[in-house]
């Protein structure tokens, strides 16, 4: 085995600074976690072109990342997380510009169908509305959390946020999901955590 492919992210990262090929390291750890929070956001279509496009900004960006910190994930993820935002409004955009030119006042957006076939799979539409419901920021922190598992310091990391800010979100969400899905805070949060959330 490659002895570089034992180094931490931070010591990979800086050493593809000199010798760029290495970055393909952080790629074959990390591009599976990443694929995967993708298609639990998106769908698995636009999973595929958005990791690309994730590790694509990463690599443009590695100047920039602190060393200090030896996991990368809390730094792809939050490059993913923009991304998703990003291919969200550009999703409205489109919808928008089309209804403009024909309207379809049945036809519903991407985003609207992957949140109705998630929650479908689990416990109905119900959840999936309780996710729709919450704000971007607070969902990206739900979410940080319960499919990746990301600690607090790490999704303050990913969002670039203070902590506080993010146990904010977090308890801003759980009360909203659990208000709408009328269960116990830790029933809710395993329900956000099922297996419906999760790639095959």
């Not at 590695?62 to 409004?89: C, E, F, M």
């Not at 919450?134 to 670039?160: K, P």
């Not at 009360?175 to 830790?186: G, H, M, S, T």
Request: hydrophobic share 40%; with cysteine; charged share 30%.
């Amino acid at each position: 085995m490659n002895q570089r492919e034992d180094w931490d992210d931070a010591a990979i990262i800086f050493a593809s600074l000199r010798d760029p090929d290495l970055f393909a390291v952080i790629f074959d750890r990390h591009a599976p976690y990443v694929h995967r929070y993708l298609t639990r956001r998106l769908g698995r279509e636009a999973a595929d072109d958005l990791v690309a496009e994730t590790f694509l900004a990463a690599f443009g960006k590695r100047k920039r990342y602190d060393t200090t910190r030896p996991d990368a994930r809390p730094w792809l993820y939050g490059i993913a997380t923009n991304l998703v935002s990003q291919h969200r409004r550009d999703e409205v955009k489109q919808f928008k510009l089309r209804n403009a030119v024909t309207p379809e006042p049945d036809e519903v957006s991407h985003a609207e169908r992957v949140v109705a076939q998630v929650a479908a799979q689990a416990m109905g539409n119900l959840l999936g509305i309780a996710l729709a419901e919450l704000s971007t920021g607070d969902r990206d922190v739900l979410l940080l959390i319960a499919w990746e598992g990301l600690t607090y310091d790490e999704v303050a990391v990913a969002l670039r946020i203070p902590v506080g800010t993010v146990r904010s979100r977090l308890n801003r969400a759980r009360k909203q999901v659990r208000a709408v899905l009328e269960v116990p805070d830790q029933q809710a949060e395993e329900e956000i955590k099922t297996p419906w959330m999760s790639c095959s």
